[in-house]
């Protein structure tokens, strides 16, 4: 008899199945990962860009890569929510108990993470082309924004992974995605960093938030993209890398 190793990726399929269902039916995780950055993408664009000296006569332009993070960290805590929930109702017990991949649960809720989140930024991008975004990229610099949102997300969601198994409450399984949500605010997502006193400056031309904007920015309107690309890179993989074997560490530990 063969392994439920052997099955990993058909196990794995039905568990992303299962999890995207539980998005579907929830219309609150659909409303806060997509319809809340498009109500703040039009709030900044048509009341406060008229205030707002970024340097560029087309503000959704330079607004677009920001609101894409912000969805995407606003979509890894619905991530950590559902992972508390089943660790809480046992769920992961009683998959250990069948005849299946034993991480194949886990997996299912990183890849719906990925695929949610793709959901998420395209529909904005969308809602960004009606508004008047434009971009002059090709298909690699499309492709190399796809990969950078991509690893964005990963490293994002294996630190809900930590956050989810080890929470002792619905609200400290979300938490961690507050800071992460705020970071955008203090970078170059809204403004130019230039404008910002010294020591607000200092903090975000330092974060990774910073490097990962201007790298989809620069991407977006084929310009220079110098040293900025291999810092944003550097912090996703470094993040992602240490998440991950903190994640599986836990998951061991907790589950078997």
Same mark, same amino acid.
């Given at each position: 008899m063969k392994t439920s190793n052997n099955y990993f990726f058909s196990d794995m399929s039905v568990m992303l199945g299962r999890s995207m269902r539980h998005i579907l039916r929830s219309m609150d995780t659909i409303i806060t990962v997509t319809i809340t950055p498009i109500v703040m993408m039009l709030l900044f664009v048509y009341v406060l860009g008229g205030a707002i000296q970024a340097g560029t006569d087309n503000y959704v332009n330079y607004l677009l890569p920001g609101m894409l993070l912000i969805s995407i960290a606003s979509g890894t805590a619905y991530i950590a929510y559902r992972l508390f929930m089943d660790m809480q109702r046992g769920i992961f017990e009683r998959f250990s108990s069948m005849p299946i991949a034993r991480s194949s649960a886990l997996w299912g809720h990183v890849l719906t993470a990925l695929v949610s989140n793709a959901i998420s930024v395209i529909v904005i991008i969308l809602v960004a082309l009606i508004m008047g975004f434009r971009s002059s990229a090709g298909i690699l610099s499309w492709l190399s924004v796809a990969g950078i949102l991509a /690893?964005? $997300? %990963?490293?994002? !969601?294996? &630190?809900?992974? @930590?956050?989810?198994?080890?929470?002792?409450?619905?609200?400290?399984?979300?938490?961690?995605?507050?800071?992460?949500?705020?970071?955008?605010?203090?970078?170059?997502?809204?403004?130019?960093?230039?404008?910002?006193?010294?020591?607000?400056?200092?903090?975000?031309?330092?974060?990774?938030?910073?490097?990962?904007?201007?790298?989809?920015?620069?991407?977006?309107?084929?310009?220079?993209?110098?040293?900025?690309?291999?810092?944003?890179?550097?912090?996703? /993989?470094? $993040? %992602?890398?240490? !998440?991950? &074997?903190?994640? @599986?560490?836990?998951?061991?530990?907790k589950v078997g």
């Open positions: /690893l964005f $997300t %990963l490293a994002l !969601t294996w &630190l809900a992974v @930590i956050a989810g198994l080890s929470a002792k409450s619905v609200d400290g399984a979300g938490a961690f995605s507050y800071p992460l949500i705020f970071l955008p605010f203090i970078s170059s997502a809204f403004v130019p960093t230039e404008s910002m006193p010294t020591v607000v400056r200092i903090f975000a031309e330092n974060q990774p938030v910073t490097s990962i904007v201007n790298t989809i920015r620069a991407l977006l309107s084929e310009s220079p993209i110098e040293n900025e690309i291999w810092v944003a890179l550097a912090w996703c /993989l470094i $993040t %992602l890398v240490i !998440t991950y &074997l903190f994640a @599986i560490r836990i998951y061991k530990r």
